[in-house]
């Protein structure tokens, strides 16, 4: 089994055929830089030169900055405003004429370490958060998505809202050390394994590289196992590629 995955970032726009039986890549990722300003129509055409590149006839996975219900855009970050309440799922479709699904990008990287990463084979409540720019969640339990979850913007304790203040953003504009960062890390982390008491929990996002997991992971203390994402910067590839097959196979 083979499908598309793109993935849609505020810099850049990437592509992949994906071997849906082992989640890797058929071939060197297509990279596009995202259209500024990153309007529907500008954005769309872009995704349609990733389809053409790649001269895809079939269904189409893409990972996409925003809450995605059922295909249309609740928010939008790093892309134009106009993206919300617009069907994006139709848009993409219809640009490339294929049929395409559209998920939120941390979903796409929770499908992606869930079925093929550090989550693999496992039941029960799997959560990845992704720590960049903000702070992106993708929640699965028993093999399932939960769609739609915004875990950083979740009010902590103290009052603080966790993404402005734990992403790894926090960390570079503040110039926190590993060690400072880590506590405030370990104090979102706490708050949500209260909430939800997931089983696993997955590091994923630039902090998620190996040269930088090593800086900071031994400082956190989590009931769930902590572990560091696998699929790296592949992971909204696969997931939304994965997803696509999956929408396919229930329509079938």
Do not use: C
């Amino acid at each position: 089994m083979t499908t598309l995955g793109i993935d849609i970032g505020g810099s850049g726009m990437k592509a992949a055929p994906i071997d849906l039986e082992t989640g890797t890549l058929l071939s060197d990722r297509k990279r596009i830089k995202t259209p500024q300003p990153a309007t529907p129509s500008a954005v769309a055409d872009t995704v349609r030169k990733l389809v053409k590149h790649f001269d895809w006839d079939g269904p189409v996975g893409s990972a996409f900055p925003a809450r995605i219900a059922h295909g249309v855009a609740k928010t939008a970050s790093n892309i134009e405003k106009e993206f919300i309440g617009l069907d994006v799922q139709q848009l993409f479709s219809e640009v490339t004429d294929q049929p395409f699904v559209v998920l939120n990008d941390a979903d796409a990287a929770g499908v992606g370490e869930a079925e093929y990463g550090a989550g693999k084979g496992e039941k029960g409540i799997v959560l990845t958060l992704t720590f960049g720019t903000g702070i992106g969640s993708g929640l699965m339990v028993d093999g399932n998505l939960v769609p739609g979850t915004e875990l950083g913007h979740l009010v902590l304790p103290s009052g603080k809202v966790a993404e402005p203040w734990a992403a790894d953003r926090a960390r570079k504009d503040e110039d926190l050390s590993w060690k400072d960062w880590a506590k405030r890390v370990q104090v979102y982390l706490e708050h949500v394994e209260f909430l939800l008491a997931p089983d696993v929990i997955i590091i994923g996002g630039g902090v998620s590289k190996p040269e930088r997991w090593e800086k900071f992971a031994d400082r956190l203390e989590t009931k769930a196992e902590l572990r560091r994402a696998e699929l790296g910067n592949n992971a909204g590839i696969v997931g939304a590629a994965l997803a696509a097959e999956r929408l396919r196979n229930k329509a079938d």
